[in-house]
T-cell receptor, first 112, second 112 residues
Framework: DGGITQSPKYLFRKEGQNVTLSCEQNLNHDAMYWYRQDPGQGLRLIYYSQIVNDFQKGDIAEGYSVSREKKESFPLTVTSAQKNPTAFYLC???????????FGSGTQLSVL | SQQGEEDPQALSIQEGENATMNCSYKTSINNLQWYRQNSGRGLVHLILIRSNEREKHSGRLRVTLDTSKKSSSLLITASRAADTASYFCATYLIQGAQKLVFGQGTRLTINP
């Protein structure tokens, strides 16, 4: 089955710890995105990548980092610099310019 | 930055009634998209309308776009309990990079 897979579904972070959220797609999409969603809110863009080995900051990139070493994978690291990391994180992919996005099922990150 | 704003923020109707949600945006767009999100899940693409289109249908969904007013509406006819979800509009900005920007969403509840 083609799709986009996020893992883990739930993740807990301790103070001062970096954690990495996984996002894998087998749709052969060039573009990949990370969004953050707070309760009852819309989606805010963290980072996006339109091609392998290239990515751009979104609207709320501070405290996050990404890599795009393979077309299929776009992991997101939530660093200790992100002081309010508790949120629902959504990964998405798309064919490219002006296209619709396909979303993963999300990762709920909480702070211990 | 939030490009789109949905109205109302929450809507509760009886099963079988029609539901209308509105979206306003600020700058010129290439296309406008509507997505649905069930609680705790990823988003699912519903429909895309291009800037040169005025109306589009997909099953029980009808979307209109008025570029002069920078607004769109999503109509769900003959609503069902399974339509209970949050609905988001999203737009790509004409200027700048390929960022799909989402509104805050409308939370729709269908009462049996």
């Amino acid at each position: 089955d083609g799709g986009i897979t996020q893992s883990p579904k739930y993740l807990f972070r301790k103070e001062g710890q970096n954690v990495t959220l996984s996002c894998e797609q087998n749709l052969n999409h060039d573009a990949m995105y990370w969004y953050r969603q707070d309760p009852g809110q819309g989606l805010r863009l963290i980072y996006y990548s339109q091609i392998v080995n290239d990515f751009q900051k979104g609207d709320i990139a501070e405290g996050y980092s990404v890599s795009r070493e393979k077309k299929e994978s776009f992991p997101l690291t939530v660093t200790s610099a992100q002081k309010n990391p508790t949120a629902f994180y959504l990964c998405a992919s798309g064919r490219g310019e002006w296209e619709k996005l396909f979303f993963g099922s999300g990762t709920q990150l909480s702070v211990l | 930055s939030q490009q789109g704003e949905e109205d109302p923020q929450a809507l509760s109707i009886q099963e079988g009634e029609n539901a209308t949600m509105n979206c306003s945006y600020k700058t010129s767009i290439n296309n406008l998209q509507w997505y649905r999100q069930n609680s705790g899940r990823g988003l699912v693409h519903l429909i895309l309308i291009r800037s040169n289109e005025r109306e589009k249908h997909s099953g029980r969904l009808r979307v209109t776009l008025d570029t002069s007013k920078k607004s769109s509406s999503l109509l769900i006819t003959a609503s069902r309990a399974a339509d209970t979800a949050s609905y988001f509009c999203a737009t790509y900005l004409i200027q700048g990079a390929q960022k799909l920007v989402f509104g805050q969403g409308t939370r729709l509840t269908i009462n049996p």
